[in-house]
């Protein structure tokens, strides 16, 4: 079965570093999500991608946030200046059109320290 | 829809015994409602959904009921099993949402006791 793959799986950084994560969705899906969850919290929509641009974001995606899909293949997360507070598992999903499951990437816990 | 409330946050339940999950919603143009179950330190995992032109789905020991009225569906889990022990969340979509985004409800920790 097709899946939704993230590198890294683990993701150390200082405070103040830009950090990029990667997804590669599943080859004929084309809405792609980034979603996060802190340690013992629940899972935070952060931002939903469609035809090469943003198509909803939430008050956690600010401007220290931006997404891509730089190829035909990978989707990226990029937090610019990482904070404390980002530490968090990042999750990617895709999906296609008409359909409301969303398939999740086994996702990359980023510490910052 | 953006709003999904999740009870309770904690179940501990006798192996064998039944648990049971519920969520209410505020978006009453909602029409999906998925159930993940996630383990420790891995990604969330699609056991079952529900849409709003249906009332219940059971899969074996899982069954979903959805009351559109009351705005509230529920995951009902038979037979526990302690492979059944993880964080369960339920989910809706976004309110407005034209990009298929759902959004999670707080989580529920299910222990199953031996």
């Known amino acids: 079965e097709p899946e939704v793959t993230q590198t890294p799986s683990h993701q150390v950084t200082q405070m103040g570093q830009e950090v990029i994560l990667r997804c590669v969705p599943i080859s004929n899906h084309l809405y792609f999500y980034w979603y996060r969850q802190i340690l013992g919290q629940k899972v935070e929509f952060l931002v939903s991608f469609y035809n090469n641009e943003i198509s909803e974001k939430s008050e956690i995606f600010d401007d220290q946030f931006s997404v891509e899909r730089p190829d035909g293949s990978n989707f990226t997360l990029k937090i610019r200046s990482t904070k404390l507070e980002d530490s968090a598992m990042y999750f990617c999903?895709?999906?296609?059109?008409?359909?409301?499951?969303?398939?999740f990437g086994s996702g990359t816990q980023l510490s910052v320290l | 829809g953006e709003n999904v409330e999740q009870h309770p946050s904690t179940l501990s339940v006798q192996e064998g015994d039944s648990a049971v999950i519920k969520c209410t919603y505020s978006d009453s143009a909602s029409n999906y409602f998925p159930w993940y179950k996630q383990e420790l330190g891995k990604r969330p995992q699609l056991i079952i959904d529900i849409r709003s032109n249906v009332g219940e789905k059971k899969d074996q020991r899982i069954a979903v009921t959805l009351n559109k009225t009351a705005k509230h569906f529920s995951l009902h889990i038979t037979e526990t099993q302690p492979e059944d022990s993880a964080v369960y969340f339920c989910?809706?979509?976004?309110?407005?949402?034209?990009?298929?985004?759902?959004?999670f409800g707080s989580g529920t920790r299910l222990s199953i006791r031996p």
């Open positions: 999903a895709s999906t296609d059109p008409g359909n409301e499951k969303l398939f």
């Open positions: 989910a809706a979509p976004g309110l407005y949402s034209s990009a298929s985004k759902i959004i």
